[in-house]
C-alpha cells in the first residue's frame, strides 16, 4: 500500500463547470503525476510535480492546471470540463531508488462530464 | 517523442495454458517496468527491468529486458485465471522520473 487517496471516485458533472481532483499521499514523495487512461490511448501523462510548488505539463496537459501547495496534496482542475475530458483520471507517485524510479498508483477517479 | 507499442492487444487463452507479450519501441530507456491492472483499480508494479538482457522471474512470471534496451517480454507458464487483466509496459527516462506507457495487452484466462 502506498499510501495514495484520490477524491474524488466518481463524479459527474456538465460541460462548462469546473471540477477538482485531490491526490494525496501518505508517505512524503517528492514526485506526483496525473495521468488519464482512456480506451485505445493507454496511460498519457497530463501533469506531473517534482516538489511543493514545482509542476511541469504532460502530453495532454491542455485544459487542465495542477497545484502542489503541500508535499502531500497535488490538485487537478478543470477550468471548464468538457465531454473530451470524460475520463478515468489516476495519480501516481514515485518511488526512487538508483534512478530506476517506480510508480505507484491509487485507485482512479472516475469522471464523466454530460 | 517516444512510443511503446505492445502486442498482441487483446488475448484470451484457456487455464493451463503458456503465452508471451511483447512490449517493443524504436527508443532505448534506462528500465522498464511490467503492471498488471484489474477493472477498476490503479495498476500496481509486477516489476522493474534494468540491464540490457536482464531476466527476472516472479513465480509462473518471467519477464526479459531486450539487450539493447529497447523492448522487453513477458511470459507466463500455465496461466491461471487470477491474471486475468490489463498489462501494461512502461519505458523510463535516464532520470526514473518520467515514464512512457503502453497501450496495454488484454488478457482473458477462460476456466
Known amino acids: 500500500d502506498a499510501g495514495i487517496t484520490q477524491s474524488p471516485r466518481h463524479k459527474v458533472t456538465e460541460t462548462g463547470t469546473p471540477v477538482t481532483l485531490r491526490c494525496h499521499q501518505t508517505e512524503n514523495h517528492r514526485y506526483m503525476y496525473w495521468y488519464r487512461q482512456d480506451p485505445g490511448h493507454g496511460l498519457r501523462l497530463i501533469h506531473y510535480?517534482?516538489?511543493?510548488?514545482?509542476?511541469d505539463k504532460g502530453e495532454v496537459s491542455d485544459g487542465y492546471s495542477v497545484s502542489r501547495s503541500k508535499t502531500e496534496d497535488f490538485l487537478l482542475t478543470l477550468e471548464s470540463a468538457t465531454s473530451s475530458q470524460t475520463s478515468v483520471y489516476f495519480c501516481a507517485i514515485s518511488r526512487t531508488d538508483q534512478n530506476t524510479g517506480e510508480l505507484f498508483f491509487g485507485e482512479g477517479s472516475r469522471l464523466t462530464v454530460l | 517523442t517516444q512510443l511503446l507499442e505492445q502486442s498482441p492487444q487483446f488475448l484470451s487463452i484457456q487455464e493451463g495454458e503458456n503465452l508471451t507479450v511483447y512490449c517493443n519501441s524504436s527508443s532505448v530507456f534506462s528500465s522498464l517496468q511490467w503492471y498488471r491492472q484489474e477493472p477498476g483499480e490503479g495498476p500496481v508494479l509486477l516489476v522493474t527491468?534494468?540491464?540490457?538482457?536482464e531476466v527476472k522471474k516472479l513465480k509462473r512470471l518471467t519477464f526479459q529486458f531486450g539487450d539493447a534496451r529497447k523492448d522487453s517480454s513477458l511470459h507466463i507458464t500455465a496461466a491461471q485465471t487470477g491474471d486475468t487483466g490489463l498489462y501494461l509496459c512502461?519505458?523510463?527516462?535516464?532520470?526514473?522520473?518520467?515514464?512512457?506507457f503502453g497501450p496495454g495487452t488484454r488478457l482473458s484466462v477462460l476456466p
Open positions: 512502461a519505458g523510463a527516462d535516464n532520470y526514473g522520473q518520467n515514464f512512457v
Open positions: 510535480s517534482y516538489g511543493v510548488k514545482d509542476t
Open positions: 527491468v534494468v540491464t540490457g538482457g
